[in-house]
């Protein structure tokens, strides 16, 4: 995936957020889904996190994307982990997926979109196994 693809993608969003709820769904089953490549859910990120800096553009519905996402991403998040401890993924791509996806929260938290405590959490998911976690 090339960032043309990414910038394509984020438009498509916007000009489609009427079905943001479908695109969140669509976007977060390929996040999750355990035989897509890592190099291509770290593309597909990206495109949710250019959705979401974009969500507070002046699009009818555009905003809706940051509302769907907030109760989806834990579970894309968890699935980073399951992703990082597969069989098969080596040490050098499990250490420069995590780089990444702490990159995109790190931004996230720049950016206010959520609040510091959800950040955290999206955090520890993506280094623990679910049944680890305290909430």
């Given at each position: 995936m090339e960032?043309?693809?990414?910038?394509r993608g984020m438009a498509f969003a916007l000009e489609h957020s009427h079905a943001a709820q479908d695109v969140v769904e669509?976007?977060?089953?390929?996040?999750?889904?355990?035989?897509?490549p890592v190099p291509t859910k770290v593309a597909r990120l990206y495109l949710v996190s250019d959705i979401l800096h974009n969500s507070s553009a002046p699009v009818r519905n555009a905003s809706l994307y940051r509302t769907f996402f907030e109760t989806r991403l834990p579970e894309?998040?968890?699935?980073?982990?399951e992703t990082s401890r597969a069989e098969g993924i080596g040490r050098i791509t499990m250490e420069?997926?995590?780089?990444r996806v702490m990159a995109v929260v790190?931004?996230?938290g720049d950016w206010f979109l959520f609040p510091e405590a959800y950040l955290v959490g999206l955090q520890v998911r993506?280094?623990?196994?679910?049944n680890q976690l305290t909430n």
């Open positions: 960032r043309a693809d990414i910038r669509t976007l977060v089953e390929s996040l999750t889904l355990t035989e897509t894309v998040f968890e699935s980073f982990y420069a997926l995590k780089k790190r931004a996230w993506t280094n623990q196994p679910t």
